[in-house]
């Protein structure tokens, strides 16, 4: 089947955390699925999404609370981890779209917790690392945060910074912006 071009969907996902190694028996896993839907042709973001994901092998700390704003209360309302999976796949056909992410830690969570739970990726085989992408049509020496990049662009921090869905819709804004560069 063709790879469909049209829209790129940006993720971006919020996990349990602690300030030092998890708890023993717990391990970071995935709380929160933030998207945003491009469509490539006009430049623009589309859809703005947060998926509460319900964890399974570990709790939502203060230290994760602070940081991302999500209680235990709120992600144990969420959809399980294979629900997510199966959402993403055919509700936003990710086998046939490439998708985004700031950095490699958002593939490597999906791939990590993909293979712990036996659950087939929703993604297919391309994806955009924006916070590479950034770095390199900057001409910049390193990689940046996503609130440097803002800041480099001069475009405000929508949201909040940590929510999934904030970030992802403030992603979309840095790779929108390197395509308008292309493109002008």
Known sequence: MARKLDRIVVIDVESTCW??????GQESEIIEIGLCVIDVAAAQRLEKRSILVRP????VSEFCTQLTTLTQSQVERGISFEEACTLLRDEYTLKLRTWASYGDYDRRQFERQCQA???ASPFGKTHINVKNLFAICQALPHEVGLDGAL??????????HHRGDDDAWNIANVLLALLRRVRS
């Open 19 to 24: 300030p030092g190694a998890p708890p023993p």
């Open 56 to 59: 399974e092998r570990s709790t």
């Open 151 to 160: 800041g480099i662009l001069g475009l405000p921090l929508e949201g909040t």
């Open 117 to 119: 739970r036996e659950i």
